[in-house]
């Protein structure tokens, strides 16, 4: 079993629908959770981090981080095509531990 | 700087020789990464500098790889006698510390081809 999961996709969703991304990761002690948005050959940035269970929201982006499941999503609302990307998510199992990512969901928003 | 800087960000490079990308990290960021991306896969882990000690290689693919980091600051990855499997996008990321809570920001990369 990988360390953390993403589903591959592509998701495609129309313009204006919500999109929902999953991740889901083993280690059991993990303590930070963190979606990176990666366009095509360009470098990751930070979309969102989230330490605490429940939801976290910043604009159209919403984290949702449950431990009991070990699961981390993101919704992204009002979904436009300059959301298409691929989202990376990567997790922390505490300090002076290494961040582990999974290979990330690809994004397809259509007009 | 502002931002992780990093040069050269394209490289072409004839098999056999040797590279060098170097990266200047976030001012006052002790941590540093570095990772590959070869085309349409994950990042992989290479190395973790901690000021300017290593004290995780474990990513380094072989003995051909190399990095050091010097005054806290750049780091410079070297890869000698470079195969064709060597080409990918070197992504340096630096953070405050190696602390869970703390986030890493990442340079536009250097673009690696090996011919």
């Known amino acids: 079993q990988k360390e953390v999961e993403q589903n591959s996709g592509p998701l495609s969703v129309p313009e204006g629908a919500i999109a929902s991304l999953n991740c889901t990761y083993s280690d059991r002690v993990s303590q930070s959770f963190f979606w990176y948005r990666q366009y095509s050959g360009k470098s990751p940035e930070l979309i969102m981090s989230i330490y605490s269970n429940g939801d976290k929201e910043d604009g159209r982006f919403t984290a949702q981080l449950n431990k009991a499941s070990q699961y981390v999503s993101l919704l992204i609302r009002d979904s436009q095509p300059s959301d298409s990307a691929t989202y990376l998510c990567?997790?922390?199992?505490?300090?002076?531990?290494?961040?582990?990512w999974g290979l990330g969901t690809s994004l397809a928003v259509n007009p | 700087g502002a931002g992780v800087s990093q040069s050269p960000s394209n490289k072409v490079t004839e098999k056999g020789k040797d590279v060098e990308l170097r990266c200047d990290p976030i001012s006052g960021h002790t941590a540093l990464y570095w990772y590959r991306q070869s085309l349409g896969q994950g990042l992989e882990f290479l190395i973790y500098f901690q000021g300017n000690s290593a004290p995780d290689k474990s990513g380094l693919p072989s003995d051909r790889f190399s990095a050091e980091r010097t005054g806290g600051s750049v780091s410079t990855l070297t890869i000698q006698r470079t195969q064709q499997e060597d080409s990918a996008v070197y992504l340096c990321?630096?953070?405050?510390?190696?602390?869970?809570?703390?986030?890493?920001?990442f340079g536009e990369g250097s673009w690696l081809t090996v011919v």
């Open positions: 990321a630096s953070s405050l510390a190696r602390s869970s809570g703390n986030t890493i920001y």
């Open positions: 990567a997790v922390n199992a505490g300090n002076n531990r290494k961040l582990i």
